[in-house]
């Protein structure tokens, strides 16, 4: 069966709060972190990885997802408190910004030619 995560990403200022669910959490942090995130992450520039949780299987990950994305606010930011309390990115030392742009500009010539 395979992995899954549920993680949550904020911006900056910790104003916004965004709960998604991947199979390849390293490289789904990468796209958000290069601006290829869905256009809500895009929007809102949230790139900053608050909290993850690995699941058994991708149904249970999605079904975690939408169980989190039910709660209240004041829920969600406790559990991300409980795990990373001084609200820290996570994966901020998993890329170098060289390895970030790299994957921007990859990304940005695979989509040129289709606009």
């Known amino acids: 069966m395979k992995t899954g995560y549920v ?47 690995q699941i058994h299987g991708m149904k249970n990950a999605i079904s975690r997802e939408k169980q989190l994305k039910n709660w209240h606010r004041d829920w969600k930011w406790n559990l991300i408190s409980n795990e990373n309390p001084e609200l820290l990115d996570l994966a901020e030392d998993w890329f170098t910004l060289d390895e970030i742009h790299e994957f921007k500009l990859m990304m940005e010539n695979k989509f040129a030619g289709r606009f």
């Not at 390293?26 to 809102?44: A, D, N, P, V, W």
């Open 7 to 53: 993680y949550i990403l904020s911006n900056s200022k910790r104003e916004v709060l965004y709960i998604g669910v991947t199979g390849n959490l390293e490289r789904r942090i990468l796209r958000h972190k290069s601006g290829f995130g869905s256009e809500f992450t895009q929007k809102y520039k949230l790139n900053t990885l608050l909290y993850y949780e």
